[in-house]
């Protein structure tokens, strides 16, 4: 739906009219004011009506896919985005980036993704309230990849950490990549495993468990 200028005698006015041509509600729209009018004074300045400018706002997904598609044309990389929304979860939104190039996109050790998937998820959730929705931007498969290697990495390290009697501490991880470690061993009774810092350095902590 594409915006709409409407004038009325004050700002107010001219966004309720607004509001009821687009059938929509003040929160979900961008207004811009465009003039605040004027009342005139004394018939010596003409009145003058005040205009805005009323837009649709951009759903979640809308910005977000947006966002990196803006990004991605700067860095001169072409694409197409295929948005999955997760049917279990809600709040979870996969994009998975297509095209050539993506070796640029995801980066060394998918430093590059996972850059610009924190911004993504800044740039969706800006003035979204309370609700959040976690974006997971995925090129080539790279994400499945990436749990494979890490699911590899916890079984390892649990092991390491039972043979040495002592707890191991993980390279700093986004949020998705922590979860991976902590599903994989959370039914191995030998260790327990937790985070510890703050963000962006937060790391998994693969502790023995007090029994042992």
Known sequence: ??????????V???INKALEKLKMEKDQ????????????ILGIIAARD????????????EKAIQ?????????????EIEAIEDEGDPRQ???????????????????TIDALQYLTNLVANKGEGESYLRVILDAEGYRDKRKTTLENLARRLAEKA????????????PPH???????????????????EGDEPYRKVVIDLEETQ
């Open 12 to 14: 107010e006015d001219a």
């Open 177 to 195: 990549e922590r979860r991976v470690i902590h599903m994989v061993l959370q039914d191995d009774g030998r260790v327990q495993t937790y985070s």
């Open 1 to 10: 739906m594409k915006e709409l200028i409407q004038e009325g005698k004050t």
């Open 67 to 79: 966002f990196v598609e803006e990004l991605c044309s700067k860095l001169g990389v072409e694409m």
């Open 50 to 61: 005040a205009r805005v400018k009323v837009s649709p706002r951009a759903s979640r997904q």
């Open 93 to 111: 939104l996969t994009l998975k980036l297509k095209g050539r190039r993506m070796g640029l996109v995801i980066g060394k050790r998918g430093q």
């Open 29 to 40: 729209v961008e207004i811009t004011v465009m003039d605040e009018g004027n009342r005139g």
């Open 162 to 173: 039972v043979r040495n009697g002592r707890r191991l501490i993980l390279e700093p991880m």
